[in-house]
């Protein structure tokens, strides 16, 4: 079964910290790029962070440069998100995402993600 299942949501107050991990199974994870996307109420989808396939590099949404960090474990098929100083404007549905040329491109069922004192 392809699948991708997020985990490590939850609620957390100002300039705290969490990880998110998004396993993915029934398919070649070393060759999908990988992001993370949230969406908060009201809002569209926006991506946060990416990560290539082959040379792993990275990307980031401008809001969260220099707080978050992606990172991948083909291994384990997983990729991580990494969140510091999180701020109330980061609260949010997380998703992760995998990519391929010419395949389907695959989503997660979100985590929650809640920034709030």
């Known amino acids: 079964q392809v699948q991708l299942v997020e985990s490590g949501g939850g609620s957390v107050q100002p300039g705290g910290s969490l990880r998110l991990s998004c396993v993915g199974s029934g398919f070649t994870f070393s060759r999908y790029a990988m992001s993370w996307h949230r969406q908060a109420p009201g809002k569209e989808r926006e991506l946060v962070a990416g990560i290539t396939s082959v040379t792993g590099t990275t990307t980031y949404a401008d809001s969260v440069k220099g707080r978050f960090t992606i990172t991948r474990d083909n291994a384990k098929n997983t990729v991580y998100l990494q969140m510091n100083s999180l701020k109330p404007e980061d609260t949010a549905v997380y998703y992760c995402?995998?990519?391929?040329?010419?395949?389907?491109?695959?989503w997660g069922q979100g985590t929650q993600v809640t920034v709030s004192s």
């Open positions: 995402k995998a990519e391929r040329r010419m395949y389907r491109e695959l």
